[in-house]
């Protein structure tokens, strides 16, 4: 079912430009919350259209390895299950912490975004900056739409990550002239 999503264009695979941010979001668009990661990634495409690429990607880790290859900032988003309340935001700055493993109890795969991160750490495929986004979820069962709480979350997350894309941009400096 990976390629039953309308957005295309957003979805792994899709050529990005290296001097733009690449968002990765994560998740499941029949699972309510879980799909809170792609949600953000496509209202981050549309508040910074032309300064971001936006990918979809269901969270299985070497797929994640190779959707960030030669990026410079990465923010992934994904819906997490800590304990916490519903709609609360966590960010983890992977290139200088470890990604708590137990974030992502709810994911379908052994080797999830955590290990993604922590084997990308060990053979040197990081990119240059990577931060990761949690948002916690409360309803993962079949179906879809966000709940209250983590539709909160997710406009949080997307404000936060704009605010990471700009400094980026600014420490950047001005962008070649695209052909």
């Known amino acids: 079912m990976r390629d039953a999503l309308p957005h295309a264009a957003h979805r792994a695979g899709v050529a990005f430009h290296p001097q ?6 994560v998740g499941n ?3 309510r919350d ?8 496509r209202r981050l495409a549309a508040a910074a259209a032309g300064r971001v690429t936006v990918r979809e990607a269901s969270g299985e880790g070497a797929g994640l390895l190779d959707a960030w290859e030669g ?19 966590r960010r983890v700055d992977a290139r200088a912490e470890a990604v708590p493993a137990g974030f992502f109890r709810y994911s379908t795969h052994a080797f999830g975004v955590a290990e993604a991160v922590e084997l990308g750490r060990a053979l040197g495929r990081l990119p240059d900056r990577l931060i990761v986004f949690g948002i916690e979820g409360k309803d993962f ?5 966000l709940s209250p709480a983590v539709e909160r979350g997710v406009a949080r997350v ?4 704009l605010a990471e894309i700009d400094a980026d941009a600014a420490r950047r400096g001005p962008r070649p002239q695209e052909g």
């Open 71 to 89: 990026a410079g900032l990465v923010i992934l988003i994904d819906a997490v299950h800590s304990g916490a309340r519903a709609g609360t935001v």
């Open 141 to 145: 069962t079949a179906g879809v739409g």
């Open 29 to 31: 668009a029949y699972r």
């Open 158 to 161: 997307v404000r936060r990550a």
């Open 34 to 41: 879980d799909a809170a990661g792609l949600v953000a990634g």
């Open 20 to 25: 733009r941010a690449l968002v990765i979001g």
